[in-house]
């Protein structure tokens, strides 16, 4: 009597996949919750089974330098470039189960399949889980993809977390090699790299639609704000001798606020405000704050900038204050390469899907790539945002991206 075997399932089933993040999650440095910092034991448990799901997919596994987990599918074609795929698998603190892992078990997923269909491309396929985008543990970041880019600097590997752990002692101990970090440029020896990822926002949903695809990573610049005046008593300053560091703070964020509003694409957030010696009973003296401004564009991001830093002066100015404001940090918009949105178009309108296109607003291992090589990313819908518990990318959603990667993959054409 003979028995029918059922069928294998579909590496590229969005219930699968979802199955998989869901096992993922169990690594984590936090019992009941979803914390994964960069190089921790609950990575290093993630890396070794992302290795072993990489290796069952039929690629060569290595970590590199920089703990990052580096899965090669050869290519028919000797001595081609690869198509780099993948994602992060750190996370912040208290996290959800689908940012930066979702991009990682999808892009194995679509090898899992041209595996199971016994198909080599021309050109190999490299899938990559990053070990460093969301820069909490150490005060740099995305060291992953900077190595790849050719753009990692040597002095971070001193940089040291918050138990006096550096950088270099924490690769030693998760099993990579820091001083052979220049060896995992694909600088000018890549055809393009391509992620897939929840959108972190709600302009998909609000659309109704499951994918999008990204136009460009916003570039930012963040800022310390120092607003001084002079500290006194509530009761006995009169209000037209005040010089309250507070009230000015709030004009000049409200400045900020009303400087973005209306311009597509640009947002400008004060995320933290500190009052120095704050009472209930004395007008502050000291206030800073953060400012944080991104937009696709980056002339649209530095006049928008330019624009609050001379508001910001000017307030301080008309009410008696002194306003210092220093730079922290600039990154340059990475736009996203106009042939691969549209084969990634193209992929999703052979499923009978839109090809909505949209920025995004928050930063990506793609930041670090642009310039070296190709880029392009595929938004997935989500809910309740990222980094917290209660961001949700539905399964049938997950496995659309799936199978857009896919059918972008089998149809890539090396030669443009």
Known sequence: MSTVQAPAPDPLDGGRLLARLKDLARFTDVPGEMTRLSLS??????????????AGAGMA???????????????????????????????VRNAGIFDGNLGVVVALAVVERLHADGTRLPFPIEVVAFADEEGVRFPSTLTSSRALAGRFDPATLDDRDADGISRRAALEAFGADPAAIAACSRAGRALGYVEAHIEQGPVLEA????????????GATRAVVDVRGQAGHSGTLPMEM????????????????????????????????????AAVNVVPGTVRFSLDVRAPDDGQ???????????????AAARGLQARLDVTYEAAAAPC????????????????????????GAGHDGLSLSGAMPIVMLFVRSTNGSHNPREHAEAADIGLAAQVLHGFVTAFDPAG
């Open 41 to 54: 034991p609950a990575h290093k448990a993630a890396a070794g089974e992302v290795a072993r799901w990489f």
């Open 61 to 91: 596994v290595h970590l590199d330098a920089t703990g990052a987990v580096v899965g090669r599918y050869e290519g028919g074609t000797p001595g081609m470039p690869p198509l780099i795929l993948g994602s992060h698998i750190d996370t």
């Open 207 to 218: 659309l109704g639609l499951p994918l999008g695809i990204v136009t460009a990573i916003a």
């Open 242 to 277: 005040r010089q309250d560091a507070l009230t000015g703070a709030a004009e000049m964020i409200l400045a900020a606020e009303a400087r973005a509003k209306g311009e597509t694409g640009l947002v400008a957030t004060v995320g933290t405000l500190a009052i120095p010696g």
């Open 301 to 315: 991001r530095l006049r928008a900038f330019a624009d609050i830093t001379a508001r910001i002066r000017d307030i």
């Open 337 to 360: 390469d106009p042939h691969f949105q549209a084969a990634l178009s193209h992929a999703a309108e052979r499923l009978g899907l839109p090809a909505h296109r949209l920025p995004s």
